[in-house]
């Protein structure tokens, strides 16, 4: 990341800032940042991290499931059943 004020160096960051600048808007400097202190947070946390990880690899392998699925259908059954 570039040294400087946040938010002044990314050109797409910029334009969106002067779009909600024109709203009265201003920029905000937030962050979104855990940091356990205890052990029972720390598993905590690490327990979360894997499950969101699960759901994310579930979600995925079912969308990949339904692409292979939709390219093996004859091209028949893609076509409404108004135009055959």
């Known amino acids: 990341m570039a040294a400087g004020t946040p938010g002044t160096t990314d ?4 334009g969106i800032n002067a ?3 024109g ?6 400097r937030e962050f979104d940042w855990e940091q356990p202190i205890t ?3 720390r ?5 979360a991290q894997l499950l969101a990880r699960l759901k994310q ?3 995925f392998g079912h969308a990949e499931l339904k692409t ?3 390219a093996t259908e004859p091209e028949e059954h893609k076509v409404s059943p108004a135009f055959r």
Not at 11 to 14: A, D, E, K
Not at 23 to 28: A, D, M, N, S, T
């Open 39 to 41: 052990l029972k947070g």
């Open 11 to 14: 050109i797409r960051l910029l």
């Open 19 to 21: 779009f909600k600048k």
């Open 23 to 28: 709203f009265g808007g201003h920029v905000v």
């Open 68 to 70: 292979k699925h939709n």
């Open 43 to 47: 598993l905590g946390l690490t327990l």
């Open 57 to 59: 690899s579930r979600s």
